[in-house]
């Protein structure tokens, strides 16, 4: 299995899984033996059809939940309840890993946006004058000086979106977990946020992202991983070879099959779904 595209990254693994298990309520499976190596400064892309174990995967990294099986660690410290019963290491983790949730309303919850981005710095002890300056070069970046007084519940998706990732931005963390970052939003809005994510790998950040929007796969992926049905890893690779794959991504749901008849001819093109409503579990 491909591991890096560079190898700078071969000594500096920051997520290991191996032979990673884990079920909802202890019935409903979502990852089935999950092994994995990301390496410090990769763009790590993980595609599947909706209930392949993708947020799933993202939540473990993020140490929301843990495995039932197997083993996950970060830094080469095996990540679990009683790691993160530690405050020190709790605060530390949290520090240099930043998750970006699908929906975005679970991360905005304060009376204005500006309250909303500054929030996680203030919590962790980020000086204001540190944090004023990073809230000005973000703004910038995305354009959203004048949303700052807003409340978000105000927002459009994308402004939401935008929201979100400048509220873990501005943590300037190490490694920057994006779950369907782009998901129904407008080419404009999905072109700055690819931008963004370029450039801050650009900068030395791990970047992870979970999509269905195989149109910014390329751009956004050293690797890619493949999910399966069987809430596992069926493939992975170069993001070319894996977005030329056209049996690999029907297989997986990743493509369909659009067939129409032209003078008396019938003409058959895969479509990538970038549209989707995910589940839950995805």
Known sequence: MVTSGSDNYM???IFELDKVYFSYLGKFPALCGVNIKINQGQKISIIGANGSGKSTFLQMLDGLI???????????QQLNEKKFDDLKFSQEFR???GFIFQNSDVQLFCPTVKDDIVFGPLQLGVAKGQIQKRLEKLCAA?????????PAHQLSIGEKRKIAIVSTLIIDPQVLILDEPT???DPL???SIVDLLIEENNSGKTIITATHDLHIVEEVSD???VFGQHKSIVKSGLAVDILNDLVLLEENNLVHIHSHRHKDKVHIHPHLHSEHHADEHS
């Open 66 to 76: 843990f495995a039932d099986q197997g083993r996950v660690s970060f830094c080469g």
């Open 11 to 13: 000594d500096n693994i």
């Open 183 to 185: 998901a129904g939003l």
């Open 142 to 150: 995305l354009k959203i000086e004048e949303l700052l007084d807003r």
């Open 223 to 225: 690797i890619v991983y």
């Open 95 to 97: 520090r240099k890993v």
């Open 189 to 191: 809005t999905t072109r």
